[in-house]
């Protein structure tokens, strides 16, 4: 047994992301595989799915932003064609969540999927897919983006990331 700094990890994405679950399992395979007393740090994966319940006392998003982000030391966001749901003026609900950890300076690990988009799907997600690209855009402005082309590949380079961010902590 050993203590560990543990690092509550919001996993944040639109619906149409179907590696939510890859992330969750990355973390918890990282935990199991790399996670040691020399390395003392843990990932704990937080999303609405699992750490909320209804509640109608207000809407949603703040109710998200009080009692999952505040308390969450690391996001994780993904994209692949729709940005989420709009919370108004624009902004969509994953977008709001990485700047709500930017404003914490937290740190955010965004991620857009590659996956071919069916002609169909090209056009019906039209302005969706084109809100993610100036998404895109403007998160590259701002520092670092991933890409990754299938569920594995997502998998790699999050183990990957999640090495460099432990020696990051456990050097820091």
């Known amino acids: 047994m050993f203590n560990a700094k543990v690092f509550r990890t919001f996993i944040g994405s639109p619906g149409d992301v179907k590696e939510r679950n890859v992330v969750r399992e990355t973390l918890g395979q990282w935990n199991a595989k790399r996670s040691s007393p020399t390395n003392d740090v843990a990932f704990v994966?937080?999303?609405?799915?699992?750490?909320?319940?209804?509640?109608?006392?207000?809407?949603?998003?703040?109710?998200?932003?009080?009692?999952?982000?505040?308390?969450?030391?690391?996001?994780i966001a993904l994209f692949w064609m729709k940005p989420g749901g709009s919370l108004g003026g624009g902004a969509s609900g994953t977008a709001h969540e990485i700047e709500q950890f930017r404003t914490a300076n937290k740190r955010v690990m965004t991620y857009f999927c590659q996956q071919k988009i069916s002609g169909r799907d090209a056009v019906v997600y039209r302005d969706e897919?084109?809100?993610?690209?100036?998404?895109?855009?403007?998160?590259?402005?701002?520092?670092?983006?991933?890409?990754y082309k299938s569920g594995p590949d997502l998998k790699s380079k999050l183990l990957d990331a999640l090495d460099d961010l432990a020696r990051d902590i456990v050097g820091g």
């Open 45 to 75: 994966p937080v999303t609405w799915e699992t750490h909320a319940f209804p509640d109608l006392s207000g809407p949603g998003q703040p109710l998200i932003d009080e009692k999952l982000i505040r308390a969450s030391d690391l996001c």
């Open 129 to 147: 897919i084109s809100a993610v690209d100036n998404l895109r855009r403007q998160l590259q402005g701002i520092g670092l983006v991933g890409e």
